[in-house]
């Protein structure tokens, strides 16, 4: 089979992604602006023998979900603020469980019902911190059609390495434009497939004991292996413990696993940022205008770089504080009150030398937004 | 004893979005759309004032008024 | 010229959207151009102004919002009053003659069409009048050929109505060609 | 006063697609209260999220317009603390059976005093045509592009079960006796239901073949039949019309008040 | 096999107080899976929070102890993704019916193959005593110092408007009976409820001077009656016990079986 | 009348504090570690004329007494972790369409199910960005029941005056411990009521229009203003705008108006501050191990100090910069993962002499925990 | 025709919470609590093997064992 | 004694935390003292051992887990297994002659009392048996008056029991005071 070209929406972009990595089983309730991931969905999944059903509400899909990776399946949920809200208490079971699943957030304006129909990226923090306790996620996101289909693969299979929920983090503006998606051929991207044990039937399989290689072996429901599953804290058969030193344990597991592969999972992208004294930091659509402000100022020979992120959990601090070293200044490019900012700030030697180029109104922040702020950081004024 | 005559049919041109539905349930036909899809009166004499027209337009477009009339015809 | 920033605006049932896809995924899928298509939404777009930015470009697309259109389209007099001003000088504003009464001058060549009346009077369905004004544009610019057109309306439309839209869109180019620079 | 003084008409026309139902709802449910000659400040409207939700903006009352599929839990919320004020909670079917069934079936459960209104087209017309609790089996949606298995609520049944002690349904058609119905469930004391079908024809109507938002009510005439008629009892593929539930039960907020009498004898002494 | 097999002995004496109905609950399921000859691989049970939900913790199945009222949600994932297994749903009341209800009428609605067994003690026992929307009015809980007046749903009317296939009712003291019952529900196809009184004794008992586990069961005896008795049609007070519902509709999994064979080939052309 | 001296859990001098600030709502579902704040105030509301509710779940709970607060009532709440998770959405709505109110979310181990019967501290983060979209929020917490009591009232009090939910954080120690509590005479403690619009019927009343003081007086549900209240973005009346000036003035109003007052919303205690070389910095119960061990050290003549946070959001990064000046070096003293220490960390100078003190195993950390850590940081090894 | 005759009635004192159920509900008073709180069988010879005791057991502690016995009364 | 930290431990059913609940109120309440209560919840004190810690002092208690108690109360088997090793050199370890067997000698006064018979004996009511044993401490120890907890009791018990316990408690008292050092 060939590549296929096709121009289509982000949302659409996503399903793909996903249909290519494997998705089999989806479960959903309908909100803008993700509501285009759940109508593909619907139709392609039956086409190729997977499942699509519409639940009562966005927590039930999200229970749902997790329910149909222990048979087995590549399963993912979409939704947007309000949902993702809802979701947030089995999220941190499936952190907790630690079953494979992605969470799709196009992010619309927020907080609370907000704009549905407007852009927004104020989810950032919520991925991370959203379900109560102390747990650790993978949020990945994507500025343009290609790397939602890329990042959407790459969820997949980072929620099967880790046995961990993945957050896609995309936004209106990305979920609901079109543009050119080629789609690669099969066995062009790398695709990981469930890891399942290979303990045999009668012997004591241990579906929380971490291999040699930290990966955790699963056996589907259904299969010789009978297990239990459960949120509460439990010791490496699954079956509750109270035990302190096998709680200390867990929870160290399940931030560890995932803080400590920060390498691996950081996904990103540069512009121009050799020489760049300075430096825009930015994600989803926001990037869109940074690069187009950025290449704009090339034209003009102005050193200005772009350090595009497509991993925000765990924050990739080191590669940020690395590619900001020599930068005069670093403006963060984001439609919050500074989330990332945050971050970056924590990251680099010099905090002082971050700033906030920012639109919290709905609308997609403009490569002239970032100009004028840009100048104001240079202490050129407006 | 008095009976109700149509006094004026107001349709609120701003209001109405021209979806007819006055128009397919008068039982006497007096409504029609005009060609910038709004509905109007057309056969205001037919009309029997039952307010169906009011009652069921989705943008509170219409208010029917009315006058008494008694039985033999004289208005108060 | 190094992009193309098209404005398509109108009311939710005239089709404006879909024009502006087919026309973006013409460029892209048989002229293997760059383009971005977006829209804006809304509890106002029901009834209200529609919109439908379209960048076509044969290098890559950033900033997918089109701040200064080339080629505005226009066509309810609400889409022309929002967004007239908005056409970049010496763009192409387009506009149908029944729906649009254009007020005053821009800097801009501002074409206006009989399009719907063409439409209804050798076609009777209303329904491929977005067709008949990608045709015009077509006709007006070289935006993209009618051909790729053509093949998107192929695969988007069932058999029964290719033709149709096919007649809809040579009607949009013959008014639109008199206008070609 | 008329009926437009029950509104809030600098907000008009309306967002809702021409035809839509549930203007005709937001017409007849004005009536009711206009007919009751009910005091503005002593009505609060509490709504959801979706097209019918946004009713809540229209009307003169103390509005609230809340989130998606919650209004009946901040409704009871705001009658429990001011028992006075009366409580209209109009609820698309998504609203109020999809994501808001828990709440639908407590509140009924409880018997407070709350009006909910079941503005039922359906399909999720909000966000585009999704299938929905309420649509039943065979129909198209963007979600059932192969139609739907869902089987649907009988909200009559459900909300009977659950314990509402007034239980009607009509529909815009009949729009003459959904004012009627809602007149009596506002006045009825304890949790009614009105359910009235409500065309919209931007996404159910287009997606299943079913014409104009007139063709879609006239279609209502057709499938409904009065409750008790004889036509009704012939077909059973009929929808019943009318008041199927009219019972009397202890209202949750007076048996509360005796709780609080009782209380404060007793911290008294 | 044993009863005994199907238990995972090492967490025995189980953490359930002396004469927690649950266990006998826990008995009876056991003893239907047993005669029904099933094979332990096929079943998964699925479980919310509560005392009740600790069962999934005990059986050798594929076990799921889940989020307090998503039993049924995380169940209709697992189906629905392997249709072929055995679904086993035991809840809590206040896990299935107060912040589980919606999910418990949707997968009622959807008829999908479940059995859903309800271990109705009318309180919520695991946080120590506080009412539920099972233990009706007049009841003394945590929560309830001047004694409840919140109505009750009934489980069965509630299941049945809902659209459940199978719908049946027994107790504790009816041990025999429920293990009769549970084999039913779990050969139906489709959705099916059965709910089985099972006291607390330590907390409902208690607040509500029911005597020890013995009495309370005795109770149940003294207050059911059979579906279809003269008792029960004499004396409404009565609760029924037995088969109330048992009829043929679509299943969920099935219908959806057909959605893909008809992608497939659509897809295949 | 005179104060009153009880023997109470910390979950009962909530209560008292409540019913001292003029709580007369409450809804509820129940979960432990919170429930005896249901159960006592099922009892006692009634008795004053208050309406206790118990409802089908936290969603409901959180919604119900946002619509009770709009009718005039200062409105309660309490859960735990998987119920906090729950009630996100609406809690966001609150924020948006700023109604009093407050939750109090008694900790307990978590993620997910976690162990309800223990300890944990792992909300904080949660607490700050768990619903969805920008939005801020003030926590407060308290380590001893008098502080549990006076936290409570001013978590009335401020939900009052800032027209916001305030979330109070105790934990399981605190909550299920009992000990000794003072309750003030009535007058003794300022309470701050509702602000009620003084526009008179007829006059255009604007609920979302801060006065030159900052307040937005509110009017009650059922009085003579109706005006409309959503969790879109709002103008002044409080019908749904998509208007980008507004919807930026919105946002910005909603942070500001708590960010900005950190100063005025900072609580907090300190304990031999003055010359400590060594300073922790603790909240809630693991604060008592904290003080308990400072109080042993002190004995001994070393120069440690506490600080004792009991607002934690907005975060007082000004105070703790001040407080950890001249500190050789800083422990967060906490039961999760570094959730203050991260704020800490941002707040002060010297990033790198900020240490952590933690125990995330479900038992309350205790003085010798601490002493031992210390020992390490000060170079002194085990 | 064979008929069911108790062979042994196991009590698992490690599970067995003395909740009294099987003492109350045995139809021929077989069973006692002793002073440790465990069930007891006391009268095993009146004992109809019914099973009624193993049903209810909330413990799953009784296992009531049998033997087949023909009418004339011999085991097989 | 600066600080006096106790351990109440039994099973669920004895009333292990009322007794400590009521002694520690009784030294704050009623003697101006400082004490904290505190227990261990959870699945396995159903049945299993239950726990009450309970520290009084005249100064300010900050942490309020009792690692070491000066006194230790066990009232079954299980809990002297579980918290016996526990006990503070020198300190008090009481337990129930009935439910416990002394197994190893500790460093420590180890009072054994038949309580719960004399309870059965004298008043035939296992539901003051805790009270008896709170009479026991303070016959043993000065921990609090007795007069406090007769107070405590008085706020607490319906009135028809008030004499119950006060018999219950004097039972206790008259079998500690022969250890009271
Ligand atoms: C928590 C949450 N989930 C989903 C949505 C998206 N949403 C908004 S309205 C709606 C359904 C609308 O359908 P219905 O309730 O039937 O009302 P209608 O628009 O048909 O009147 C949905 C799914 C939301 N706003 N919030
Ligand atoms: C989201 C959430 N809310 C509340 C709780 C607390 N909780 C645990 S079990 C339970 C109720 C138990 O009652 P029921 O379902 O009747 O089961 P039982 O213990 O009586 O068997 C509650 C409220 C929780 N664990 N999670
Ligand atoms: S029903 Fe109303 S909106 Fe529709 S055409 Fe008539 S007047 Fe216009
Ligand atoms: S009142 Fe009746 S007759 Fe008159 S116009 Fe309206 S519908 Fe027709
Ligand atoms: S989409 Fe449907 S429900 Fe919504 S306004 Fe339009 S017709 Fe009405
Ligand atoms: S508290 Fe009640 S429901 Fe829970 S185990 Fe004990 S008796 Fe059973
Ligand atoms: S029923 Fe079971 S647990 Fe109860 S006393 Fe008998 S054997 Fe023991
Ligand atoms: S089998 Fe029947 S008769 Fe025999 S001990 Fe058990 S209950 Fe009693
Ligand atoms: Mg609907
Ligand atoms: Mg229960």
Redesign the pocket.
């Known amino acids: 089979m060939e590549r296929t070209t096709k121009f289509v929406q982000g949302n659409e972009a996503c399903v793909e992604g996903a249909l290519y990595a494997g998705v089999n089983f989806y479960a959903g309730?309908?909100?803008?602006p993700s509501t285009e991931i759940a109508e593909a969905l619907s139709g392609r999944l039956p086409e190729i023998g997977g499942k699509f059903i519409q639940m009562e509400?966005?927590i039930a899909s999200m229970c749902a979900i997790i329910g149909a990776s222990l048979t087995g399946h590549k399963v993912l949920t979409a939704?947007?603020g309000?949902?993702f809200?809802?979701k947030q208490e089995a999220i941190g079971y499936a952190c907790m469980a630690e079953i494979p699943c992605v969470i799709a957030n196009v992010q619309r304006g927020g907080p609370s019902?907000g704009n549905?129909t407007h852009v927004g990226q104020g989810d950032i923090n919520q991925a991370r911190w959203g379900t109560h306790g102390d747990h650790a996620i993978i949020a990945l996101t994507a500025s343009n059609h290609q790397d939602v289909f890329a990042m959407t693969v790459e969820a997949f299979n980072m929620a099967e390495t880790y046995r961990t929920p993945v957050v896609l983090l995309f936004d209106e503006v990305v979920g609901h434009m079109r543009e050119k998606l080629v789609i690669p051929a099969p066995g062009e991207v790398e695709i990981v497939d469930r890891l399942r044990t290979s303990v045999p039937k009668g012997v004591d399989y241990r579906p929380y004991l971490p291999r040699e290689d930290g990966r955790l072996p699963m056996s589907d429901f259904g299969d010789k292996h009978r297990y239990n599953v459960t949120g509460l804290y439990h010791d490496m058969w699954g079956f509750p413990s109270a035990n302190p030193k096998i709680v200390n344990e867990l929870l160290r597991h399940l931030v560890d696993k995932i803080e400590n592969n920060v390498d691996s999972i950081t996904r990103y992208k540069e512009y121009f940022l050799d020489d760049a004294q300075y430096i825009l930091i930015s994600y989803g659509s926001s990037a869109r205008s940074a690069i187009h402000m950025a290449k704009n100022r090339r034209e003009k020979n102005e050193k200005i770089g772009v350090l595009e992120l497509q991993s925000i959990w765990p924050f990739p601090s080191e590669l940020v504080r690395e590619k900001c070293a020599n930068a005069k200044a670093v403006v963060v490019v984001e439609m919050n009150m500074g989330q990332v900012l945050a971050q970056v700030k924590a990251a680099v030697d010099e905090p002082n030398k971050v700033f906030l180029a920012n639109r919290i109104d709905g609308k997609l922040i403009t490569p002239t937004d970032i100009k004028g702020l840009l100048r104001v950081i240079q202490g050129r004024g407006i | 004893m008095a009976r109700q005559k149509l006094k004026e049919l107001e349709i609120n041109r701003d209001w109405c979005k021209g979806c007819g539905i006055c128009v397919k349930f008068c039982p006497k036909q007096v409504l029609e759309l005009d060609n910038k899809e709004k509905a109007t009166v057309v056969r205001p004499e037919d009309c029997i004032v039952c307010k169906l027209c009011e009652l069921r337009c989705p943008d509170l477009a219409i208010t029917v008024l009315t006058t008494q009339e008694d039985d033999n015809g004289k208005n108060d | 010229m190094r992009r193309t920033r098209l404005v398509f605006s109108g009311s939710g049932g005239q089709g404006v959207i879909t024009a502006a896809i087919i026309l973006a995924e013409a460029a892209v899928i048989h002229e293997g151009k760059n383009a971005t298509q977006s829209q804006s939404y809304g509890a106002a777009a029901r009834g209200g102004a529609t919109r439908s930015d379209v960048i076509i470009s044969e290098r890559e697309i950033d900033f997918p919002v089109v701040t200064q259109p080339n080629i505005l389209v226009c066509l309810t007099q609400d889409a022309y009053t929002s967004f007239g001003p908005e056409i970049r000088p010496a763009g192409i504003l387009l506009t149908d003659s029944k729906f649009v009464e254009t007020t005053k001058k821009v800097d801009a060549r501002q074409i206006e069409l009989p399009m719907y009346e063409k439409v209804m009077e050798e076609i009777g369905k209303p329904i491929v009048f977005n067709i008949c004004v990608l045709g015009a544009l077509i006709g007006i610019s070289d935006v993209v050929n009618a051909d790729s057109v053509m093949k998107v309306i192929g695969e988007r439309v069932p058999k029964d109505f290719i033709d149709l839209n096919k007649k809809a869109l040579n009607i949009g180019i013959e008014l639109g060609l008199p206008y070609r620079m | 006063m008329a009926v437009q003084d029950y509104l809030r008409q600098r907000f008009f026309p309306h967002m809702w697609c021409p035809g839509c139902g549930?203007g005709t709802v937001l017409n007849s449910l004005l009536r009711a209260v206009e007919e009751l000659g009910l005091d503005k400040n002593n009505i609060v409207m509490t709504s959801?999220?979706?097209?019918?939700?946004r009713i809540s903006g229209y009307v003169d009352f103390h509005s609230l317009h809340t989130?998606?599929?919650r209004a009946l839990a901040f409704a009871t919320g705001v009658k429990m603390s001011k028992p006075e004020l009366t409580l209209l909670v109009p609820?698309?079917?998504?609203?109020?059976l999809?994501?808001g069934g828990n709440h639908f079936i407590h509140a009924a459960r409880r018997n407070i005093d709350i009006t909910a209104i079941v503005?039922?087209?359906r399909?999720?017309?909000?966000?585009g045509g999704?299938f929905?609790p309420?649509s039943g089996c065979g129909i198209k949606a963007t979600t059932a592009p192969y139609t739907t298995i869902d089987n649907n609520f009988d909200v009559v049944e459900l909300a009977t079960a659950a314990g509402a002690t007034f239980v009607a349904r009509t529909t815009t058609y009949h729009a003459k006796e959904a004012t009627s119905l809602l007149k009596k469930a506002i006045l009825h004391k304890g949790f009614s239901v009105v359910e009235i079908l409500?065309q919209?024809p931007t996404?159910f109507g287009r997606k299943n073949k079913e014409g104009d938002a007139a063709q879609m009510m006239e279609n209502y005439k057709n499938i409904t039949a009065p409750v008790g008629s004889k036509a009704l009892e012939e077909n059973p593929a009929l929808w019943g019309r009318g008041i199927f539930v009219e019972r009397e039960r202890p209202e949750y907020c007076t048996e509360y008040g005796k709780i609080v009498e009782l209380a404060m004898k007793g911290a008294a002494k």
Do not use: F, K
């Open positions: 309730y309908p909100i803008t509400d966005e939704t947007s309000p949902g809200s809802l019902t549905p | 549930h959801g999220i979706g097209c019918s939700a989130l998606h599929g609820m698309g079917d998504g609203d109020a999809a994501i503005m039922n087209n399909i999720y017309g909000m966000t999704q929905s309420l409500s919209c996404h």
